[in-house]
């Protein structure tokens, strides 16, 4: 299977879509955190309103190839509660910090003055510590992360509402939320290609631990507590490595087990046969 996998030209039309996804999302990022003429700070308005609009542009680009992910926390997130396999998931995660890289380097060699990639680095600022800081990020991506796994549930229920929207918003808020208090990463991508570019690590464990950490928390508690098909058979399986797929679809469905394994085995047999 994972072969096969590699063999496919859609695995890697979605390596592709996060790559150039998370290029053009952290372009997006540090272009609207750069001071405008005469040194003036942008604030937290137009990085906010950049991420949002950005996210949902992706979302409509890259959505049907890769799910338009573009962020490593959301990744894990979605590995964790088994939403993607784990050689999907680290082709994710090594295009999405190429992505960032690229975009973070582009712009460092565009600028006409380097210091002003200093806005670039995610930073804790003096008056807060690492630990709040951790906090901050936990909690803008664990509502950002939230919001995408209940998007993700109303699309598979061909619900009409504009999920695309509903993420690029919550996306918009953690950056209203934490920018002050810690930058609102929420995005180790976007702050791993900046620190590369311009040799800053200071506190950089930060935005890895608070955002995967608030994004885990975010999907599980989603999956497992609020989701229509949320159940402790389906926590089991999941920690237990069984066919998720089918717990769930009997949990939504009502069916015996017995019915609901067959019919998963002949969907899966259907698939093999057509690739």
């Known amino acids: 299977m994972t072969w096969r996998e590699l063999r496919s030209r859609q695995f890697w039309r979605a390596i592709l879509a996060e790559l150039l996804g998370t290029l053009v999302l952290v372009s997006a990022i540090l272009g609207a955190s750069v001071p405008g003429p005469g040194g003036a700070s942008p604030g937290p308005l137009y990085p906010a309103v950049a991420v949002g609009v950005s996210i949902v542009a992706l979302g409509h680009c890259f959505g049907e190839i ?76 664990f509502q950002m992360v ?45 702050s791993l290609g900046p620190a590369i570019v311009t040799g800053f690590w200071e506190n950089h464990w930060v935005y890895w631990i608070g955002p995967v950490m608030g994004a885990i928390l975010g999907g599980v508690s989603h999956e497992f507590l609020f989701a229509r098909s949320a159940s402790r058979q389906k926590l089991v399986a999941c920690l237990t490595c069984k066919d998720i797929e089918i717990v769930e679809t009997a949990s939504m469905t009502g069916s015996s087990l017995s019915t609901v394994t067959q019919n998963a085995r002949a969907k899966q047999a259907n698939k093999q046969e057509n690739n």
Do not use: W
């Open 66 to 141: 890769s799910g338009a992910q573009v962020n490593p926390a959301l990744t894990l997130a979605l590995l964790a509660t088994r939403r993607l396999e784990v050689l999907r998931a680290v082709g994710y995660l090594a295009a999405q910090c190429s992505g960032a890289f690229l975009a973070s380097g582009a712009l460092y060699l565009a600028l006409p003055l380097k210091t002003t990639a200093d806005h670039f680095v995610s930073r804790v600022p003096l008056e807060v510590n690492a630990a709040q800081a951790v906090g901050i990020e936990a909690l803008c991506t």
């Open 146 to 190: 939230f919001t995408v796994f209940s998007s993700e549930e109303m699309r598979r229920r061909e619900s009409p509402e504009p999920g695309h929207l509903a993420i690029g918003l919550a996306h918009t808020a953690g950056v209203l939320i934490g920018a002050r208090f810690s930058g609102a990463s929420m995005n180790p991508a976007r």
